[in-house]
């Protein structure tokens, strides 16, 4: 029978990649059959991206040797999840600019043991959001529109939105997902 994570079994090994500057986790665990992400929704008072809907992590610092380690460093630091709490890294998405196109950034994705409660630090972080990745393949929860020569999409979750760099990596984490469907 094949498992819930052989989709993410053609995921890149995780690079340096020129331009990168910064990493994010895209925390994927398994609950009652299914998987699911952990993202956050950033205050409203943040000086970088307030209110957006994204994923754990931040800029890779020269004494994390890394996006993977940098990724794992700022996910304990933002949402409590305990750096052994993640089981294994299964790969890298393709790397994204952020809006104001000034950095790159390393989507790092791992199976993680989901802990009983997460501590997310106040300072960086609103609400915690956990989709399922079957509501997230629904494409008419999806919707998008033209921003420039680009096309954008976007997520309403109750927390906030899903669009931007964010949104473009979940739709790369998806397209594993569909490739094996």
């Not at 059959?33 to 008072?45: A, N, V, Y």
């Not at 009983?116 to 956990?130: G, M, N, S």
């Not at 921003?147 to 109750?158: A, I, K, Q, V």
Request: net charge negative; aromatic share 6%; proline share 10%.
């Amino acid at each position: 029978m094949p498992s819930l994570w052989d989709p993410l079994a053609t995921l890149a090994p995780v690079g340096p990649v020129p331009g990168m500057r910064a990493a994010v986790l895209v925390p994927v665990y398994e609950q009652d059959g299914e998987l699911r992400l952990i993202m956050t929704r950033r205050p409203d008072d943040m000086r970088r991206h307030p209110g957006d809907v994204v994923f754990p992590g931040g800029m890779i610092e020269p004494d994390d040797g890394g996006p993977v380690e940098a990724a794992i460093r700022e996910t304990e630091e933002e949402i409590g999840l305990p750096r052994q709490n993640v089981v294994e890294v299964l790969g890298a998405l393709d790397a994204v600019h952020t809006r104001s196109m000034t950095m790159r950034i390393i989507p790092v994705v791992a199976r993680v043991e989901r802990p009983p409660a997460l501590f997310p630090q106040p300072d960086e972080v609103a609400a915690i959001i956990e989709p399922r990745i079957t509501d997230l393949l629904r494409d008419e929860n999806w919707r998008r529109a033209h921003w420039g020569l680009r096309t954008m999409w976007f997520y309403e979750f109750d927390e906030g939105v899903l669009w931007g760099a964010t949104a473009h990596m979940v739709r790369d984490l998806l397209g594993h997902f569909r490739s094996v469907a």
